[in-house]
């Protein structure tokens, strides 16, 4: 389906529009609930970077070199003005506010940037969330920590800057965000663990470990939950299955954390 294209004659031009920019799964921008058309592959490209360097100058060698490389054309500046001019229509969609939360994409001395509250960027929502369940339990808040854990991972909805992926630094910040998200799995089962809550760890945790066979604190954590569901058995061919990982792979053995866990579901 074509993104449907903020039209030039709506009413209402005073009033603030809600803006949203989700990079989880396809880069994308929602003015008032409506798909913008980002335009060509390196505009979009263009966006997705000062993005992930909102409110930041991104150096203009820093943006040839991320979106062309080595193939830059011989007027490459004057297309990245042709594009920055063409991305401020598109956010500002038909609206002459000019409050806080418009964002403009702003020339510097160096190159540009994107002005914006942070708010309206999923990731930096994502990341604010993942902060605050990482800070709670420090202050007590075990229950109120796994519900941020889950609002944040709740707004996950697939790998970030997915149809940028061709660009390396869209890759790089996919793989800094998948860190945080295992962040967030590993410390969502680590406060419903305390909480008692087993089931949900066990329901919860499968996938992750599964993909990432060398991660040990996923490991304890299911391990621990599969034990206090009655799956003793599963709970010990975790470790297993891990301590075999680790040795191939890394040629290191298990972690004294992992250890003791199994220990003590053997009793």
């Known amino acids: 389906m074509r993104?449907?294209?903020?039209?030039?004659?709506r009413p209402d031009l005073d009033r603030e529009q809600e803006l949203d920019i989700n990079p989880f799964g396809?880069?994308?921008?929602?003015v008032d609930s409506r798909d913008v058309n980002l335009g060509s592959?390196?505009?979009?490209?263009?966006?997705?970077?000062?993005?992930i360097s909102a409110n930041q100058a991104v150096r203009m060698d820093t943006i040839?070199?991320?979106i062309w490389g080595q193939h830059a054309p011989s007027r490459v500046k004057a297309s990245i003005q042709a594009h920055v001019s063409r991305l401020r229509k598109s956010l500002t969609g038909n609206t002459s506010n000019n409050s806080g939360r418009t964002p403009r994409v702003e020339y510097c001395s160096t190159g540009y940037s994107l002005r914006i509250d942070a708010g309206q960027i999923n990731t930096q929502r994502f990341e604010k969330l993942v902060e605050k369940g990482r800070?709670?339990?420090g202050e007590g808040l075990l229950e109120e920590a796994a519900e941020s854990f889950r609002q944040a991972l709740e707004l996950w909805r697939g790998v970030p800057y997915g149809d940028l992926l061709h660009y390396e630094f869209a890759t790089q910040e996919a793989a800094r965000l998948?860190?945080?998200?295992?962040a967030a799995v590993a410390g969502m089962a680590n406060c419903r663990l305390k909480l008692g809550d087993y089931r949900s760890v066990t329901e919860s945790l499968g996938d992750d470990v599964r993909r990432?066979?060398?991660r040990e604190d996923l490991a304890s954590y299911y391990m621990v939950a599969l034990d206090h569901s009655g799956r003793r058995a599963d709970a010990l061919h975790i470790y297993e299955r891990t301590r075999s990982n680790l040795a191939e792979e890394l040629g290191v053995d298990v972690s004294k954390g992992l250890r003791s866990v199994y220990h003590?579901?053997?009793?």
Do not use: C, H, K, N
């Open 26 to 30: 396809r880069f994308s921008v929602m």
């Open 135 to 137: 800070r709670l339990p």
């Open 212 to 214: 990432y066979p060398l």
């Open 64 to 66: 040839i070199e991320s």
């Open 3 to 9: 993104p449907m294209v903020i039209s030039a004659d």
């Open 178 to 182: 998948e860190e945080l998200r295992l």
């Open 41 to 51: 592959p390196q505009q979009r490209a263009l966006l997705a970077l000062l993005t």
């Open 264 to 267: 003590a579901i053997l009793g």
